[in-house]
């Protein structure tokens, strides 16, 4: 595995690592190996994820074939920078003018 330093941001590198490392599923299997398993906990677990592989296998087999509606999008959670800005029609320049109160 191998992460590059761009700009000597360490944390970034970090961060990109740590993401690495979790799709690869190190730490499950750091966890897992730091006590013992004994051999009949072993074979359970590994017959618990043989049966979520192929559960998981078939149910993206349905939804290719139609047979079950494809899963729901997710929704992105709001950035915090996008907190504080208007929301605007695409293409539409931000406006500067002034709020004016009508008179009465």
């Known amino acids: 595995m191998q992460v590059f330093v761009r700009d000597n941001n360490v944390e970034q590198a970090l961060r990109i690592l740590k993401k690495k490392m979790q799709r690869e599923g190190l730490f499950r ?22 049966i979520r592989r192929t559960r998981k296998l078939a149910r993206k087999k349905a939804q290719r074939e139609g047979l079950l509606p494809p899963p729901k999008p997710k929704e992105k959670p709001a950035r915090p920078r996008d907190l ?21």
């Open 29 to 50: 299997e750091i966890k897992r190996r730091s006590a013992y398993e004994k051999p009949s906990e072993r074979k359970a677990r590994e017959k618990a994820e043989a």
């Open 84 to 104: 504080f800005r208007s929301p605007q029609p695409a293409g539409a320049a931000p406006s500067t003018d002034k709020a004016v109160e009508p008179k009465t």
